[in-house]
């Protein structure tokens, strides 16, 4: 999912993504230690993903912030 995709998921949308993101990486993890992972290039993707995901959610938080304060 690209960023622009990303930014028009509402904010509970998203949290359902990170969240499954953040299952599926660490599912990626037991594999590697336990050896059955195939496709190594899926934890780079996922994580980059979920660093994605938090930036979104930490830009919204900041917007709100300001808001706030301008009010």
């Known amino acids: 999912m690209k960023t622009d995709e990303c930014r028009a998921l509402s ?5 359902t ?12 993890r037991f594999q590697q230690a336990s050896g059955e992972l195939a496709d190594y290039s899926r934890i780079r993707f996922t994580r980059r993903q979920i660093a994605r995901l938090m930036t979104i959610l930490k830009e919204r938080e900041l917007a709100e912030t300001r808001e706030v304060s301008n009010e």
């Open 17 to 28: 993504k990170l969240l499954k993101a953040r299952e599926e990486m660490m599912n990626f």
């Open 11 to 15: 904010t509970e949308e998203i949290h």
